[in-house]
């Protein structure tokens, strides 16, 4: 009984111990919990005064902002009413109207010439057209050339003045046989004068290169 009782105590002891070492450790956390919660709260402290001062710098630089503005709109505004009179501006705004107007005429006159010079030319070939019909029903083809089977095509250069009458000619090709020669000259004597050159033709003479063909019939 005495081992019993002594093995007893000695567990009380112990729990006595630990419960007084726990209620120890909690009284010790207690108090460093404490401890720390006013610093805390002093940081929370701060922050919000960061807070404030921040929202009142930003408010001061909104107004120095703004009172920057107001001056220099005030310090500009005198020199935006300071214009340049109307006048100069009327007389710029001519000056590209007579330099249109130059341009303008400028491109007329270009135009005009190469229309000029297309009337002429076709005029030229309408005249040329009307040479050869009548060299070609003037034509002199001897008879002895035809039952010899004489052919050939024969290019003649000729002048002519205003009035279209024959200055001069040459040969620019012959055939082979002088008998058709001979009758291309013959043919061009026949024929006279082609009629007065276009009048969109400015010059005193013309130069014409005509073909005379001499060909038998089928």
Avoid: W
Avoid at 5 to 34: M, Q
Avoid at 133 to 138: A, F, G, S, Y
Avoid at 193 to 205: E, R, V
């Amino acid at each position: 009984m005495a081992k019993s009782s002594k093995h007893l105590e000695s567990k009380i002891t112990r729990r006595s111990i630990c419960f007084i070492a726990l209620a120890g450790l909690l009284h010790l956390l207690l108090i460093f919990f404490l401890s720390r919660q006013p610093k805390v709260i002093e940081v929370s402290l701060n922050l919000s005064e960061l807070k404030t001062e921040i929202a009142l710098l930003q408010l001061q630089e909104e107004k120095f902002k703004e009172s920057r503005v107001e001056e220099e709109q005030a310090v500009e505004a005198p020199v935006l009413q300071k214009q340049s009179p109307i006048k100069k501006n009327k007389q710029q705004s001519t000056a590209p109207k007579q330099k249109a107007s130059l341009k303008s005429s400028v491109v007329a006159e270009k135009n005009t010439a190469p229309m000029s010079a297309e009337l002429s030319e076709e005029a030229i070939k309408k005249y040329l057209n009307k040479v050869i019909i009548k060299l070609e029903r003037n034509k002199y083809y001897p008879r002895l050339a035809q039952e010899n089977e004489e052919e050939g095509v024969l290019n003649l250069e000729i002048t002519l003045d205003r009035s279209g009458n024959v200055k001069s000619y040459r040969f620019i090709k012959t055939t082979n046989y002088q008998r058709l020669n001979q009758a291309a000259e013959k043919t061009l004597k026949k024929a006279g004068s082609f009629g007065p050159l276009p009048a969109s033709y400015a010059g005193d003479t013309l130069n014409l290169q005509v073909p005379i063909r001499f060909r038998l019939a089928s």
